[in-house]
């Protein structure tokens, strides 16, 4: 916990010789140390900045969205549509043009609006997510992989050495280009392990309006992760 303030932050240890703080707009901290810096002086670190944590904190929570909690009336942008959600006892969760229709029947707590819409867009996460990746590695050449949604802080997606491919569950408040980007961008990484030249190209090959999407995650990737953490 911060010293006086009690923000929750990670702290990560490195091989490097500098100390740094990062805040992102959903108010994760990360404090990065080298291995050996002694704690009377990260404590020191600490203090001399908590003014401008406490500032940044509150500017976040003030202009940043607020996590998505769904409730009835809410208006969220689902793939890349501004949805309102409906709740409903008489038909199936489900998304229309407009609208996320949200079966409430047995939900006994508020913060069970939240599970079930979230369980069910993640389903139709994989449901979009599948065809994509299995077409993008049937080009590359990848036989062997693995698909897996999950909460990710600061990531939109991963790829082991072994072709185990996690997207971010925060997909489903962004676009459908910026969606197909990120899994072809994991994909890409099943044959090329890096960012070098040769990842680009094939990534162009594979996406030739990456740019775009590109543009838009810097812009807009971590306000738009407020929404699910």
Known sequence: ????????????????????????????????IPNRMPKNQVIEFLQERKSWVQAKFQDNKKHNPKRA?????????????????????NQETKLSNT?????????????GFRTRALSFLKNELLQIASPILTDA???????????????MRTLWGSCSSNHQI??????????????????????????VFNHST????????????????????????SKTLCYLL
Not at 69 to 85: A, N, S, T, W, Y
Not at 99 to 111: Q, T
Not at 141 to 148: A, Q, R, V
Request: charged letters at 25%; one cysteine or more.
């Open 99 to 111: 609208i996320l229709y949200l079966n409430i029947k047995g939900i006994k707590s508020e913060s």
């Open 137 to 151: 590695l049937k080009q590359i050449g990848t036989k062997n992989y693995d698909l897996k949604i999950r909460k």
């Open 198 to 221: 040769a990842f680009w190209h094939l990534l162009s090959a594979l996406d030739k309006n990456f740019m775009k999407s590109e543009k838009w995650l810097k812009a807009d990737r």
């Open 166 to 191: 996690s997207l971010n569950l925060g997909l489903i408040f962004c676009p459908m280009e910026v969606i197909k980007y990120v899994i072809v961008h994991e994909a890409t990484h099943t044959k």
């Open 1 to 32: 916990m911060y010293p006086d303030l009690g923000y929750p932050y990670e702290l990560r240890k490195s091989r490097g010789k500098s100390i740094s703080l990062t805040i992102y707009p959903n108010n994760f901290i990360i404090l990065r």
């Open 69 to 89: 909690e769904f409730k009835d009336g809410d208006l969220i942008p689902i793939f890349g549509k501004l949805r309102q959600v409906i709740h409903t006892k």
